[in-house]
């Protein structure tokens, strides 16, 4: 099964608003990574949170991560229509280093 | 940030020819670069680890003989569909660590397979 699962699948909201998804996972990790995903394009990374840490902001991205829960969400604050995407996590496998997990992902559009 | 390429950006053939997609580091050298496919609507699953200089590895349920990846130079790998069907359509994505053992990786744009 995948590593990540996420929710909501869909998020549809207004520019302005805050967009929150969320994620987890099933074993242990490292760290964990959010991208974003245009349609039809590739991934960009979002911002990175380790382990240790708690909560990690980037712009108008704040990440939390509760390793005691296995779950993380992914808060876009303020929201505009360029920010409509899909929002993936990813965990790193510990079988093997630099292969990702994928959560299924959340498809977010923002309307103007 | 580093930039990964991809080539072409979508193909479209018949049924039974192959199909070869380039994944390039442009700006970095890449010793390890990763495939993955991702069906429309759906998350990216991991298709093979590529090593430059060796043979690459497969996950799970994906046929070696089928994906056929050359890690030609620390900034070239290739996969290749060999004898394509329909249902290898979708889309493809590499990936390339900056570094060895680093955490973040850099994707390439992604390259859109149609079968017919």
């Known amino acids: 099964s995948q590593q990540g699962e996420e929710d909501p699948q869909a998020l549809s909201i207004q520019e302005g608003e805050n967009a929150t998804m969320n994620c987890s996972y099933k074993?242990?990790?490292?760290?964990l990574q959010w991208y974003r995903q245009n349609s039809g394009r590739g991934l960009v990374h979002l911002i990175l949170?380790?382990?240790?840490?708690r909560e990690k902001h980037s712009g108008r991205l704040r990440v939390t991560l509760d390793t005691s829960k296995k779950s993380s969400s992914l808060l876009i604050t303020a929201s505009r229509a360029a920010d409509t995407a899909s929002y993936f996590c990813?965990?790193?496998?510990?079988?093997?280093?630099?292969?990702?997990?994928f959560g299924a992902g959340t498809q977010v559009v923002v309307t103007p | 940030g580093a930039v990964v390429s991809q080539h072409p950006s979508w193909v479209i053939c018949k049924s039974g020819t192959s199909v070869k997609i380039e994944c390039r580091s442009l700006?970095?050298?890449?010793?390890?670069m990763f495939w993955y496919r991702q069906f429309p609507k759906q998350s990216l699953m991991l298709m093979a680890t590529?090593?430059?200089?060796?043979?690459?590895?497969?996950e799970q349920g994906v046929e070696k003989d089928k994906f056929l990846i050359n890690h030609a130079s620390l900034t070239l790998s290739t996969l290749t569909v060999t004898s394509a069907h329909p249902e290898d359509s979708s889309f493809y994505i590499c990936?390339?660590?900056?570094?060895?053992?680093?955490?973040?990786?850099?994707f390439g744009p992604g390259t859109r397979l149609t079968v017919l």
């Open positions: 990936s390339a660590p900056l570094e060895l053992f680093t955490d973040t990786q850099y």
């Open positions: 074993t242990s990790i490292n760290n």
């Open positions: 949170i380790r382990s240790n840490e």
């Open positions: 990813a965990t790193h496998r510990t079988d093997s280093w630099g292969k990702l997990q």
């Open positions: 700006d970095f050298q890449a010793t390890t």
């Open positions: 590529s090593n430059e200089g060796s043979k690459a590895t497969y």
